[in-house]
């Protein structure tokens, strides 16, 4: 079992028309969804689930982040095991505080931060206890990807809040090296690089969603009305990647195993994580180019459900108001990317 610091353990999806949204990613993507069931000071929370397991949130853009610009956006939750600490630390490190410290009710407790180059991102303490971090299933965050201005201050900072370390990394020539990194050498959780100029937008993180087949999905999400920006496209091991965005604009990376068992070891899951960065990465340019990221980002996620079906640990937010000019996308990545069992 891994260290629940330093995990993806949520993903959130503001958008602003949610029941097209939940139909779209239903159909895309193979989840249900459910009502949350608990107040949030009268805003619906939507689950996106899978069987039994709760997989993302679902809310709608805050009328006040509307006013500030905030476009429909995939938000990124990662673990602590203090939020009060991991946002005093990050402070002092040069980040931005967009959403003190707060609890959520019978949940957990967390906090909205900005990092020094401006990318987005929320720290979370679950009140369930954490299980154990497996290999992603299909419906699952497979990886996640952080475009950047400067990746090697980037990655000092998440080192020394999460206490990732560097995995392997892929040298892109004139656009620099492309550093993988994890919880562990030998388990990379996903990758950053220095976006190109062309890449419009400010630093963000995009999450990819493991599905059973990236071409086919591509195919799907051209059929439902939305867009696809790159891909799909085979990555080294055999896997495939695709990315887009949805009918309400907010930006979302599939990622397909090739030819790999669902139950495969960790060790093997690893090497075909690798994939989505790795080709990503070769096409960096291009996808700059067609990359529609996410302007503007939220400061306070939704709460959050209490259900830790499979020991998950969920943070629903609530709408993160402020956000600095910052959060842009990358492209060939992807509201964790790894969304594993608490």
């Known amino acids: 079992m891994s260290d629940y610091r330093g995990r993806f353990v949520w993903h959130e999806l503001m958008t602003t028309d949610t029941k097209s949204a939940g139909a779209f990613y239903s159909k895309i993507i193979g ?12 805003a619906e929370y939507t689950l996106f689930v899978s069987g039994k397991r709760q997989l993302a949130g679902l809310m709608a853009v805050p009328d006040d982040a509307k006013k500030m610009g905030m476009p429909p ?64 299933e299909v419906g699952d ?34 656009m ?11 388990r990379p959780l996903g990758g950053l690089f220095n976006k190109p100029k062309e890449m419009p937008g400010p630093p963000t993180w995009l999450p990819y969603i493991r599905i059973p087949d990236a ?20 990555v080294p091991g055999g896997d495939w990647i695709t990315q887009g965005t949805d009918l309400q604009g907010a930006m979302f990376a599939i990622h397909s ?14 090497a075909k994580a690798q994939a989505p960065a790795r080709k990503a990465v070769e096409k960096k340019s291009a996808l700059a ?3 529609t990221a996410p ?43 790894s969304k594993r069992r608490r």
Do not use: C
């Not at 990746?151 to 040298?171: C, H, I, N, P, Q």
């Not at 799907?220 to 939305?226: E, M, P, R």
């Open 31 to 42: 989840w249900k969804t459910q009502p949350w069931g608990k107040d949030l000071s009268g």
């Open 215 to 234: 071409r086919k999905s591509a195919e799907a999400i051209v059929k439902a009305g939305a867009k696809v920006i790159n891909g799909p496209m085979e």
């Open 295 to 337: 302007a503007k980002k939220k400061t306070a996620p939704a709460k959050k459900k209490t259900a830790a079906t499979k020991k998950k640990t969920v943070p629903a937010r609530k709408a993160r108001t402020a956000r600095k000019t910052k959060p842009a996308r990358k492209a060939t990545k992807k509201k964790p990317a």
């Open 73 to 136: 956006n995939w938000f990124t939750y990662i673990g602590t095991n203090d939020v009060d600490e991991t946002a005093r630390l990050a402070a002092s490190l040069g980040a931005t505080v967009l959403r003190a410290p707060q609890d959520i009710p019978d949940t957990g407790r967390f906090a909205v931060l900005q990092d020094p180059q401006g990318a987005t991102f929320g720290i979370f303490k679950s009140r369930q206890p954490s299980g154990a971090d497996g290999v992603p």
């Open 176 to 186: 620099g090296v492309y550093q993988m990194f994890g919880q562990s050498k030998d």
């Open 289 to 291: 180019k067609k990359k």
């Open 257 to 270: 195993i090739a030819s790999a068992p669902a139950a495969a070891a960790p060790a093997t899951a690893s």
């Open 141 to 174: 965050f497979s990886w996640h990807e952080l475009a950047t201005t400067d990746a090697k201050s980037a990655f000092d900072f998440y080192r020394r809040l999460f206490g990732w370390v560097e995995t392997s990394a892929m040298d892109m020539g004139p």
